[in-house]
């Protein structure tokens, strides 16, 4: 592959740079502000707007929908710059990146007329609801039930870990149509306004800021047929061919190596540079962090040259893990104590670093999947 950016992509990130060091530069600090938050969600709602004016929050969409009918790599110059400033489009990721593009492909004239403009617009938030308390990994295991009535389906089930749903206008919700032998046969994709009755959210402190996580209890949701994106108990399929790429769809690695530059100049500043140990640890993390940036243009790459997803995206998934680890450790070696402070860089790079290998494919499953598809090691 050619790795250099064409003429037109490095422009695009030249105005984008810009437009960021302009838009983010007053007090902008997302450590500060804590994912999830009501602070960084009003943010972030005033900047996707302004994101959305000028044409960039769904380049890479196609024109009749609302978008800018860009290609893959402009779109992922557009996601690597703001993984780099610490994401701030907040949860706006996903509609961008997937959400939308599912109902493109998926949905029916009505859905594409009704969804699809407020989120070029920047007007909405999605949250994902496919995690239950006992399908994780396992997300074929999943028991929310939805059954068909005359007016449409009754849902019933409990979701868990849903980021943002507590200011979501909408989840992309798995439940069970089928029976629970049907497995990954029997699931559909509904398209699930928040505020139906019978929604109930909850929030979780967690790990990664105590605003980020949420519980979904559905009891006897009413909603249409029309709610349903895709043929009934297709949605196996449709969460597989549209996340093909969200594996990689978050370049943590700009963010890790940003938070690296930041805890270079604070070992610049406490004197720790003469230690040749603190230099060779600084040298490996950054290599993890550019292995992790080319892995994920290997995977960009099929993508722009519309290829079928391989299981490279599993390597540049786990080098983006190893990266934001390396670099999370390397916080608490060389911060010491001060890095136990909550919210500094030091705290913020650990805990992202944890959530890290397990959100969108847990880092052994991804390992799992090297060993068999790629090492063609024997499965046990
Ligand atoms: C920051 C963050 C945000 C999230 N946001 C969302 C969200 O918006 N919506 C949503 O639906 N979910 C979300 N999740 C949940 C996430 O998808 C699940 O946590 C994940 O799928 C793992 O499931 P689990 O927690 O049930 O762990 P389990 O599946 O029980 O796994 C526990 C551990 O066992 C390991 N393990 C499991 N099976 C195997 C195996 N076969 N081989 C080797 N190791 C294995 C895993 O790697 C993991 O380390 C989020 C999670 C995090 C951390």
């Known amino acids: 592959m050619e790795f250099a950016f064409s003429t037109a992509d490095a422009a695009f ?5 810009d437009f960021l060091d302009r838009e983010l530069a007053d007090g902008w600090n997302r450590s500060e502000f804590g994912l999830g938050s009501a602070v960084f969600t009003e943010f972030s709602r005033g900047f996707v707007r302004r994101l ?22 402009q779109h992922f110059v557009l996601g690597e710059e703001m993984w780099k400033r610490g994401e701030p489009r907040g949860p706006q990721y996903m509609n961008v990146n997937w959400v939308g593009p599912a109902i493109v492909k998926y949905g029916t004239e009505e859905q594409k007329k009704t969804l699809l403009p407020p989120i070029t617009r920047g007007e909405v938030f999605w949250c994902q609801g496919f995690s239950e308390p006992e399908a994780g990994t396992d997300l074929a295991a999943l028991k929310t039930r939805a059954v068909r009535d005359k007016d449409g389906y009754v849902i019933d089930g409990q979701k868990i870990w849903t980021s943002y749903a507590h200011e979501a206008d909408y989840c992309f919700l798995l439940a069970r149509t089928g029976s629970a032998a049907d497995g990954r046969d029997g699931i559909s994709v509904f398209l699930l306004p928040l505020d139906t009755p019978g929604v109930e959210v909850r929030r979780i402190d967690g790990f990664v800021g105590n605003d980020s996580f949420n519980e979904l209890f559905l009891t006897g949701v009413r909603v249409p047929e029309e709610c349903r994106l ?10 597989r061919r549209t996340l093909a790429y969200e594996r990689v769809g978050a370049p943590r690695y700009a963010r890790a190596a940003l938070v690296l530059d930041g805890l270079a100049a604070w070992c610049r500043e406490a004197g720790l540079f003469a230690d040749p140990g603190i230099r060779e ?26 290829k079928e997803p391989s299981p490279k995206a599993y390597q540049a998934r786990a080098a983006m893990v190893q990266a934001e680890r390396a670099v999370g450790d390397l916080a608490l070696d060389v911060m010491g104590a001060e890095a136990l402070v909550e919210k500094s860089p030091g705290d913020a790079q ?3 670093s944890l959530g890290a290998g397990i959100a969108a494919g847990s880092y052994e499953v991804q390992l799992n999947l090297i060993s068999r598809l790629i090492l063609q090691l024997p499965k046990e």
């Open 52 to 73: 959305a004016d000028r044409g960039w929050l769904t380049p890479h969409w196609p024109e009749e929908y609302g978008g800018g009918g860009q290609g893959a790599w």
């Open 13 to 17: 990130r030249n105005d984008l740079v």
């Open 281 to 306: 640890q600084f040298g490996d993390a950054r290599a993890l962090c550019e292995a992790a940036r080319v892995l994920v243009y290997r995977v960009i790459d099929e993508r722009a040259k519309a």
């Open 230 to 239: 895709g043929a009934e108990n297709k949605g196996w399929d449709i969460v």
């Open 350 to 352: 650990f805990r992202n």
